[in-house]
């Protein structure tokens, strides 16, 4: 009875301690964001990107965009968003969402979804513009770039 109970709870405490790495590495993420240029003047056009995938299991719906209020220093009515992602033996293609979201219903496992946002730099010298890119479920990453003169 005592080896049924020690091997009872050293089976719980090793579930216990492998749940946080496994839920890390399933379910959709935004892996990064970026930005065609470092620096940049007001009124700049550039190019913002976010690289989303499905860590799985199997096929997810994958809904990655921004919110216009994470918008700093970027003119929203400039911003153009593509989505780029896999067309299923064709290759990848591009489309445009309907809202600032790239929605894509059972998503291939670990392919990979690009958001494009192209648009034109508001602000002053010395501020930072940037956008925070997130996937349904909370996921966000954020591409910054340093205005100049």
């Known amino acids: 009875m005592k080896r049924v109970l020690v091997l009872s709870l050293f089976v719980v405490s090793l579930t216990w301690s492998t749940l946080p790495a496994q ?30 995938t499905n860590l799985g299991p199997g096929p997810l719906d994958l809904w990655v965009g921004f919110d216009y209020g994470t918008l700093r220093n970027i003119d929203p009515d400039t911003v153009r968003e593509t989505c780029i992602g896999p067309i299923f033996a064709y290759g990848y293609g591009e489309w ?14 670990r392919d990979i979804m690009i958001v494009k946002v192209v648009a034109q730099l508001a602000g002053s010298p010395h501020q930072v513009a940037s956008i925070t890119f997130c996937a349904y479920g909370g996921n966000c990453k954020t591409a910054r770039i340093r205005i100049t003169s």
Do not use: I
């Open 23 to 52: 839920a890390a590495s399933t379910g959709v993420r935004v892996l990064k964001a970026t930005a065609s240029v470092d620096v940049a003047p007001p009124g700049a056009r550039v190019v913002f990107q976010a690289f989303a």
């Open 96 to 109: 445009t969402p309907d809202d600032p979201v790239c929605e894509w219903d059972e998503f291939p496992e």
